[in-house]
């Protein structure tokens, strides 16, 4: 075999090889950098401080979203009231079957609520002039059910705990409506329309230029030049 020959057949070989292989997606620099939100839908979705069901720290805002970090099992490790400013964020898990993911960044991710805490010395035998109450604002982030009375899980001053919700003025916040932009269902990955696109270029490339390669490799040769009986008589005219 000619050294052309050769060539050719190993640049066919390879671009055969080529065309046997998808490509793989190429993947954003947001999706690289974590997993991406997911709505809560229903009510009485709990953020967990570990993967068990015991360790219920509040019930989540319905229609706002957790930021998803991870997996560990049948849990999503997820962030909630991350990047609000001065808010503290905090870390949690929830179950995969109580938030639905999407596909599309939120631009209200998280609730921000701010609410009122009234505070009582419970003493009202004090001389006038001491305060038995005092009212401060505290950072909401949901509800937690205690027996029969209701707490909200708040920061205060840096520090996160329960206040009784009867010490706080009923909860007065809109609705994330986002949740009306189209969404992919969590068993489909999204499509990449644009990278599809470029794929289907490179493979049609690819595809001409192995056409091309074994054209040349297997092209009838073209038959010798023969011999006029009239050159010699040619170069004297």
Not at 119 to 135: I, K, M, Q, R, V
Not at 150 to 173: K, Q
Request: hydrophobic fraction near 35%.
């Amino acid at each position: 075999m000619s050294v052309k020959k050769y060539i050719a057949t190993a640049a066919a070989l390879v671009l055969a090889a080529a065309l046997c292989f998808p490509f793989p997606a190429a993947v954003s620099a947001q999706e690289s950098a974590d997993c991406g939100y997911a709505r809560i839908t229903e009510e009485d979705v709990y953020l967990y401080s570990s993967p068990q069901e015991t360790s219920g720290l509040f019930i989540l805002p319905r229609t706002y979203f957790v930021k998803i970090t991870g997996e560990t099992g049948e849990y999503y490790r997820v962030e909630y009231l991350t990047g609000e400013g001065n808010i503290s964020s905090v870390r949690g898990y929830c179950r995969m079957d109580s938030v639905v993911p999407v596909d599309y960044i939120p631009e209200t991710p998280f609730l921000v609520y701010r609410t009122q805490v009234t505070f009582s010395a419970g003493n009202g035998n004090l001389p006038d002039g001491f305060f038995t109450e005092y009212t401060v604002g505290a950072d909401y982030y949901g509800t937690f059910p205690y027996g029969s009375s209701v707490y909200y899980y708040v920061n205060l001053d840096g520090e996160f705990g329960y206040v009784p919700a009867s010490a706080c003025p009923p909860l007065d916040y809109p609705e994330n409506t986002e949740h009306t932009q189209t969404e992919t269902p969590p068993d489909e990955a999204p499509v990449h329309n644009s990278v599809n696109a470029v794929n289907i270029v490179l493979i049609c490339a690819l595809s001409v230029a192995a056409l091309g390669a074994v054209y040349f490799l297997f092209r009838p040769a073209k038959p010798a030049k023969r011999a006029s009986p009239f050159d010699d008589y040619e170069q004297f005219d």
